[in-house]
């Protein structure tokens, strides 16, 4: 008896956790070293159309509802950490604490990256460019849409 209500405990345990709070109506978006693709686990992050976006594990999913006519990014800094000439296949270590500039439509913010390595930040619709160490990407928001991008920071000196 004791073994089956641990096991039911387990469960209630899990379906309280933040990754099955993910669910209701958030995608889960993974960066494989080349591209965000569709996935749950270690590093994802949580989007839904005119919510402010979040990393999975970082506390209760919320919905945090965009402010009015504006859009969001979520900007992913990471160095390279395998790959390259020496080895086919890509992967990605996120550089938390990293200084990302925005500039576009008349703004230039700053901030820093999350323990994840994303930054993630609302902005009006519009072209922004998103820069970290001298490397652009340039993004384009629209209302109520969440942009997911990564910059590379560095790569692996031995490749």
């Given at each position: 008896?004791?073994?089956?209500?641990?096991?039911?405990?387990?469960?209630?345990?899990?379906?309280?956790?933040?990754?099955?709070?993910?669910?209701?109506?958030?995608?889960?978006?993974?960066?494989?070293?080349?591209?965000?693709?569709?996935?749950?686990?270690?590093?994802?992050?949580?989007?839904?159309?005119?919510?402010?976006?979040?990393?999975?594990?970082?506390?209760?999913?919320?919905?945090?509802?965009?402010?009015?006519?504006?859009?969001?990014?979520?900007?992913?800094?990471?160095?390279?950490?395998?790959?390259g000439k020496l080895k086919s296949h890509a992967a990605a270590a996120p550089m938390p604490g990293i200084a990302v500039t925005v500039r576009g439509s008349g703004l230039?913010?700053?901030?820093?990256?999350?323990?994840?390595?994303?930054?993630?930040?609302?902005?009006?619709?519009?072209?922004?460019?998103?820069?970290?160490?001298?490397?652009?990407?340039?993004?384009?928001?629209?209302?109520?849409?969440?942009?997911?991008?990564?910059?590379?920071?560095?790569?692996?000196?031995?490749?």
């Open positions: 008896m004791w073994k089956l209500q641990g096991a039911f405990a387990l469960v209630a345990l899990l379906m309280c956790s933040t990754t099955w709070a993910e669910l209701p109506g958030f995608s889960s978006y993974i960066f494989d070293g080349s591209s965000f693709r569709e996935a749950r686990g270690a590093g994802a992050i949580l989007v839904k159309d005119g919510m402010l976006p979040q990393t999975a594990g970082a506390g209760d999913v919320r919905e945090d509802p965009l402010p009015a006519g504006t859009g969001a990014v979520a900007v992913l800094c990471y160095r390279q950490s395998s790959g230039i913010l700053a901030t820093r990256t999350n323990a994840g390595g994303y930054a993630i930040l609302a902005l009006p619709p519009g072209s922004y460019e998103v820069s970290i160490f001298g490397f652009t990407k340039r993004v384009v928001v629209d209302s109520g849409k969440t942009v997911l991008t990564s910059i590379r920071g560095s790569k692996r000196m031995v490749d």
